[in-house]
């Protein structure tokens, strides 16, 4: 039995067979039931992993048709248009869905019809049956107004006046029922028998191009999918080729036997089509997941769908093999890097115009362009011979602390001045020479940061730092902090 | 054209012979083109890439270790203590700068390095690389690792690719991981590649490694900043770096004091400063030198003229401590 909270008050969320059986309901108080039955098992609702549960469901049903929609929190749409042939016909097909779901486990009910909304109600209402085109309104004329998909108040109010079941309501004159019920009633109607058309937004995006193989025998080793990746990517070859694109981002779905889909993506920096370059990424994202890895009574079902394309731009290769590839082997090492160890394994970084040290440069993933709002910083305008046109350039650590670390500082000459020795990491440091100080402040439109002072400094070994002073002294307030931004060569 | 192994063993006996006659190291003798043993050629484009050694431009340095750093190969950089990262990190970075500037540079470095590392010591920071080394931004990739294994693993692919200039791989400590095979696997990829790998091992200390060279690098004070009056007291300027020669097959021990020079992108030795270079603060010289130190405005008259002979003389007592040079000073006797 499961339990949830509702206005203040434990009540029967769902229960099995066994409890209906002893005359409980669901809404009833736990209270309640358990003064029935004392012995009954009552577990905590957990929407969350419900829905979890439902989504892997989803992805599983992808394995039949890729437009699958999550219908409230516990309902699947199934757009299986020019998908039925694939699986021997729609009752096949239906047969099929239902076996294997039933061995995973679930109770399902499920229906076919040509509209969203008359399926809605054959699942729930009929159960197992497939509504051919225009049957529609033969279904629903017996069903309850349930089947129409209606808000509750709605529901409500139409019984009130005795409109029972959706025959009825069909039977009403229409513009009453609009005036009186609103236009979602109608709209209701229209989309359930076919008048209206109703678009079942899919989880995922579609694939523009995806290939699979479904295997007679379940296969459990990572060198037969590998085997079979490589098959994959060879015929998506032509196809990427008449289209005269490379692939960005490949997905590669394992779909195990018991119900459970491992999704694995790969993005490229550049366009690519080559089958055994898509393995070699692949096998990297396999090497990663290695430990979690569980090919349990293995996969019956193997598919690679390229999610994201791009315009391959063809190069003629001359005989000697140039190092014309060089970008291209950076490339790829780059895409093996980030297909095992993830977005941000491997870095560049871009300039930008600004005088704060640690917005001066932005670390951006290798793949990625520089988004539009990082302006480069301006090249100096006039010619570049003159000596003159060398621009400042401010003495800069080549090491800067991702935060700068807090500094004590005992004592300094002058209250604005540097420090004759500092405190960092527990460790005791005396000042030998200072430069600075180099004062930074923040853009206008950050007033609320203080202003730094940069200091330059060598200790008595040699060490070159760069400590800022946070704020100004002030004898009213507590003294300014220190901070260590980074150390020099 | 392939040597037997035969052959390749006497030659070796030879050359053994003749180092002992010559009372020197077998490694130290010249090495004729067409032999070459612990070198991989590699022909692109039909024209043998020759991998030679990079040389600091620090005479007496070099000299020591023959030559120069082997440029396919791997060579440790140690650090004794994290906190002179800094001063490591400089000083594979500075090499590394100097392999850019022949060639023009679009190969990028890489610089890999564990997340444990780079919280300890700092994250790479491209404007301070550039000012102080010439490497630009877009010559710069980071490769951040979770664990030590993934940064031996993105080292080691990355070794082999000729589309990086030199890839710099930091650890700290002793890991176990970091052994003779792991080095020796680093080494071989960068002999094939010809390409450098500067493996920054911070905190660590020696241990029975593949490379060829072990290099021990600690910090040394900077010179004073030069003005127009002589050396300034209290300022920072050229960083100085303390260089060990801690292992080389070819090298005798020994120490140098190095000063590394951001404008020229050079080193320059301090110990040994005074029989190749002139002293920086040689201010005998430079009371003698001829140039003008105030440029000539370019056409019309010059209204600083009479003002010009003042400015020449320096002042005979340095300046005040604390009192520093003014901004534009400082780029007028940049020698470039």
């Known amino acids: 039995m499961i339990s949830h909270r509702d206005r203040n008050a434990q009540r029967i969320a769902a229960l099995d067979e066994r409890a209906e059986a002893l005359r409980l309901k669901p809404g009833m ?461 | 054209m392939a040597i037997n192994a035969v052959a390749r063993d006497t030659v070796f006996a030879l050359r053994r012979q003749i180092a002992k006659i010559e009372g020197t190291l077998p490694e130290r003798l010249e090495v004729p083109a067409s032999f070459d043993a612990d070198r991989m050629l590699v022909r692109r484009s039909g024209v043998a890439e020759s991998h030679g050694l990079l040389s600091t431009g620090a005479d007496h340095f070099d000299a020591a270790l023959n030559g120069g750093l082997p440029k396919a190969a791997l060579t440790e950089f140690h650090g004794v203590e994290t906190r002179d990262a800094g001063t490591v990190a400089g000083f594979a970075l500075a090499l590394a700068g100097l392999l850019l500037k022949p060639t023009g540079a679009q190969a990028p470095i890489l610089w890999v390095g564990t997340a444990e590392i780079f919280r300890e010591a700092g994250f790479p920071y491209a404007r301070g690389l550039e000012a102080n080394f010439g490497i630009a931004p877009e010559n710069l990739l980071y490769a951040e690792a979770p664990k030590i294994t993934d940064a031996l693993w993105i080292a080691e692919e990355a070794a082999g690719l000729s589309a990086l200039s030199a890839v710099v791989l930091e650890l700290r400590g002793n890991p176990d991981r970091l052994d003779l095979t792991a080095t020796r696997r680093l080494h071989r990829r960068a002999l094939a590649a010809g390409r450098p790998v500067f493996l920054l091992r911070q905190a660590a200390f020696a241990e029975p490694t593949a490379a060829p060279v072990r290099l021990v690098v600690a910090p040394a004070p900077a010179t004073l900043r030069n003005t127009m009056a002589g050396p300034l007291d209290g300022t920072i300027g050229r960083p100085g770096i303390a260089v060990t020669i801690g292992k080389s097959r070819a090298a005798q021990p020994g120490q140098f004091t190095l000063e590394w020079n951001p404008d020229e992108r050079t080193f320059l030795d301090r110990t040994h400063a005074g029989a190749t270079h002139q002293r920086p603060w040689d201010t005998q010289n430079r009371t003698k030198d001829p140039v003008a130190v105030v440029p000539l405005s370019s056409g019309g008259t010059d209204p600083a003229a009479a003002a010009r002979q003042v400015l020449a003389f320096p002042p005979r007592q340095p300046l005040p401590a604390g009192d520093q040079p003014s901004r534009p000073q400082r780029p007028a006797h940049r020698r470039a």
């Open chain 1, 29 to 489: 108080g736990i209270a309640d039931a358990r003064a029935m039955h004392p012995a009954i098992d009552v577990v905590e609702a957990d929407p969350q992993a419900d829905l979890r549960l439902l989504e892997s469901l989803a992805d599983w049903c992808d394995r039949y048709t890729p437009l699958v929609a999550l219908d409230g929190a516990d309902g699947l749409f199934l757009d299986i248009t020019g998908c039925t042939h694939l699986f021997g016909g729609e009752h096949a097909m239906l047969d099929e869905i239902l076996a294997r779901f039933f061995h995973q486990g679930f109770d399902v009910r499920a229906g076919i019809a040509s509209t969203a909304g008359a399926a809605w109600a054959a699942a729930r209402f009929r159960g197992r049956c497939i509504i051919a085109i225009g049957q529609e309104e033969a279904l629903l004329v017996p069903l309850p107004l349930a089947a129409l998909r209606l808000e509750p108040a709605i529901r409500g109010s139409l019984e009130s006046v005795g409109l029972r079941t959706v025959g009825a309501v069909l039977a009403a004159p229409r513009a009453p029922l609009a005036r009186r019920f609103g236009i979602a009633l109608l709209l209701r109607i229209d989309q359930a028998l076919g008048r209206q058309d109703e678009a079942v937004s899919p989880r995922l995006p579609i694939a523009p191009l995806s290939v699979e193989r479904h295997l007679a025998e379940p296969v459990t080793l990572i060198d037969d999918i590998e085997r079979l990746v490589l098959l994959l990517a060879t015929a998506l070859k032509t196809d990427l080729e008449r289209r005269g694109e490379g692939a960005r981002a490949v997905a590669l779905l394992l779909f195990r036997v018991d119900g459970v889909v491992t999704r694995l993506v790969v993005g490229t920096s550049r366009s690519m089509r080559e089958p055994r370059l898509i393995l070699k990424l692949f096998q990297e994202k396999l090497t990663a997941i290695t430990e979690d890895f569980d090919a349990g009574y293995g996969f019956d079902l193997v598919r690679l769908a390229i999610l994201a394309t791009a315009p391959f731009d063809m190069h003629q290769a001359d005989l000697a093999d140039a190092a014309e590839d060089s970008e291209e082997d950076l490339a790829l090492f780059a895409d093996r890097i980030r297909a095992r160890l993830g977005e941000g394994a491997i870095l560049k970084p871009v300039a930008v115009e600004s005088h704060l040290p640690e917005r001066a440069v932005a670390v951006i993933p290798y793949w990625q362009d520089a988004p539009r709002r990082i302006s480069p910083p301006k090249k100096p305008a006039g010619p570049r011979e003159l000596p003159s046109a060398v621009p400042y350039q401010p003495e800069r650590p080549i090491r800067l602390f991702q935060a700068p670390e807090p500094v004590e500082v005992p004592a300094s000459e002058i209250p604005d001045g540097p420090p004759r020795q500092f405190r960092w990491r527990r460790a005791l440091y005396r000042v030998a020479k200072v430069e600075g100080p180099e004062r930074l402040a923040a853009e206008w439109w950050r007033k609320e940061e203080p202003t730094r002072d940069y200091f330059r400094i060598e200790d008595t070994e040699g060490r070159r730092y760069w400590l800022y002073r946070q704020g100004f002294f002030d004898a009213s307030k507590p003294p300014p902090r220190w901070f260590m931004h980074g150390v020099f060569a």
